[in-house]
């Protein structure tokens, strides 16, 4: 009864860390890999250090908008005060 109450506890602890990686760029798939294999606990902790992804997809649209921004100073279309402004706009706007 012990054993199979423990078998249970580890499946769902598993089950839990998977589901927490779904929201992380490690994903659920290699968060119950790693929960299986190594430990859930172990799992866990690396899933925390994970990123979360809506923070990457915010960090690639900044990247985005910022390069689009410097090739337009670049190829004259706007000048190096509108630039400024521009960025400084953008930023205060998309704080973390």
Known sequence: MDVLFLFILWILSCWAVGWLGNTRVIGYG?????????????????????KKKKLLEKDLNT???????????EKGAINEKEYNKFKDNFLNKNKY
């Open 30 to 50: 290699w968060s119950v890999i790693l929960a299986v294999f190594l430990t859930p606990i172990i799992a866990l902790v690396i899933v925390l250090l994970s």
């Open 63 to 73: 990247t985005k908008y910022l390069s689009n921004l410097f090739d337009l100073k």
